[in-house]
């Protein structure tokens, strides 16, 4: 019983192509976030939904598109990949105040 | 001026020893505050959350809230080798959306 899925769990992809992950949590929590983790290991959040709205935006080129189709998923497409973008990318969900709940990541490799 | 700070380390402890993790933020309005274990290619991991101050105690861990002071930390007791990892502690600033800001991790080696 995985409470927030990702995936793939590793993508390894050429510059200039366009890849999208997937993440789905069963929590029944109310929102949803994208994290970059560098390779310093710095977690930086990216995007955040609740309920399908989108409501935290964080400078982030706009080559980076989420979506998210219903409360329990939230997707995130990247259009022309560049070397910078290698990274590990994390799901994560919340309720309210309560601490999140993080995926198992999707380690990105751009060659 | 960084939101989280935290003293990267490594910190090394013997095992059976205390190990004690601070951490420093910067906005006096933070309502939350999460200490998370990341072990190296996993996902962090929520250990301790605290919101009110003073201590929390949760089996071998204890979390520590000094508002006035704008300091957490997290003592670990009778550390153990599998303790050993980076612990990340993160912040919700009230009005931020519940956005969780972390600091850079501390890497604790505990030594048998």
């Known amino acids: 019983d995985t409470a927030v899925s990702q995936t793939p769990k590793y993508l390894v992809t050429q510059m200039g192509n366009d890849k999208s992950i997937k993440c789905e949590q069963n929590l029944g929590h109310d929102t949803m976030y994208w994290y970059k983790q560098d390779s310093k290991k710095f977690l930086k959040i990216m995007f955040s939904y609740n309920n399908k709205e989108l409501i935290i935006n964080e400078t982030v080129p706009n080559r980076f598109s989420p979506k998210s189709p219903d409360k329990a998923h939230l997707n995130l497409h990247i259009n022309s990949l560049e070397l910078g973008d290698s990274a590990v990318y994390f799901c994560?969900?919340?309720?309210?105040?309560?601490?999140?709940?993080f995926g198992s990541g999707t380690r990105l490799t751009v060659v | 001026q960084k939101e989280v700070e935290q003293n990267s380390g490594p910190l090394s402890v013997p095992e059976g020893a205390i190990a004690s993790l601070n951490c420093t933020y910067s906005d006096r309005v933070s309502q939350s505050f999460f200490w998370y274990r990341q072990y190296s290619g996993k996902s962090p991991e929520l250990i301790m959350s605290?919101?009110?101050?003073g201590d929390k105690e949760d089996g071998r861990f204890t979390a520590q809230l000094n508002k006035a002071s704008q300091y957490v930390s997290l003592l670990i007791r009778d550390s153990q080798p599998s303790d050993s990892a980076t612990y990340l502690c993160a912040v919700i600033v009230r009005g931020s959306n519940y956005k969780l800001t972390f600091g850079k991790g501390t890497l604790l080696t505990v030594n048998p």
């Open positions: 994560a969900s919340s309720l309210g105040t309560g601490g999140y709940t």
């Open positions: 605290i919101y009110s101050n």
